[in-house]
């Protein structure tokens, strides 16, 4: 169950568009209070057997073979865990911008190994994680990682601007996403949701849910990962 407090009613537009949900048995009880949009959604994925999960008979002009939408969102039945990606797979480019509305693609970290953060405003667990990817960045961010937050909101820098500089988060660096691209080329259940990306832009791991990223089991495999694609 997710408990969605204070949110917009374009917020919850934007929860049921996500590619997850529309594949599931998703029932929404919404009580308007002076103008706000309380929303409780119980959520019940279907999701394919172990069996069934498999890459796409799609590859890329490089020949890396498309992400699975089925084989990521298993990590729904392992909420909080890096489950690491083989071999590594390639989704379609988001379509994103800055807060300032300038189109940007991720090829513009092409090089380093980055950590996408899909997440929102009117996301409780997506907050509670906030910070510590913020620490994250701190511990790790260098010439080879960055982490790279891209904002679900409908409202765009109207709605994160004013989050972020109330929390005095920094160091991220934070994307605009209002149309859901991100979430569709992701294969999203849900957020928040966390895909790792090699030099190459190329998935080879994934987190489902909100986690503790200050954990030293977390940042140990995260600096392995980093390693060795960097080689």
């Not at 119980?42 to 890459?55: G, K, S, Y």
């Not at 797979?89 to 807060?99: F, G, K, L, S």
């Not at 080879?204 to 960097?230: C, F, H």
């Amino acid at each position: 169950m997710l408990l969605v407090e204070e949110a917009e009613e374009e917020d919850v537009v934007m929860m049921l568009r996500l590619p997850g949900w529309n594949t599931a048995k998703t029932k929404v009880r919404a009580l308007r209070t002076a103008g706000t949009l309380r929303a409780i959604l119980t959520i019940t994925a279907t999701l394919a057997t172990p069996q069934a999960v498999r890459a796409e008979q799609i590859v890329s002009t490089d020949g890396t073979p498309a992400c699975s939408a089925e084989a990521d969102k298993m990590g729904i039945r392992m909420l909080g865990v890096l489950m690491e990606t083989t071999p590594p797979c390639r989704h379609d480019a988001p379509q994103v911008t800055d807060r300032a509305g300038q189109p940007v693609s991720l090829d513009l970290w092409r090089g380093k190994v980055i950590l996408v953060n899909l997440w929102a405003t009117w996301c409780q667990p997506c907050l509670k994680e906030m910070p510590s990817l913020m620490d994250l960045q701190r511990t790790l961010g260098s010439e080879r990682f960055q982490v790279v937050a891209i904002s679900q909101d409908l409202g765009g820098a109207r709605q994160v601007d004013p989050y972020l500089a109330r929390n005095a988060l920094t160091g991220l660096d934070v994307l605009l996403d209002p149309k859901g691209s991100a979430g569709k080329a992701f294969h999203a259940p849900g957020l928040p949701v966390s895909i790792l990306l090699d030099p190459q832009g190329r998935q080879i791991a994934r987190l489902t849910g909100e986690a503790d990223w200050t954990s030293p089991k977390i940042v140990d495999r995260l600096k392995e990962l980093i390693n060795a694609a960097s080689r």
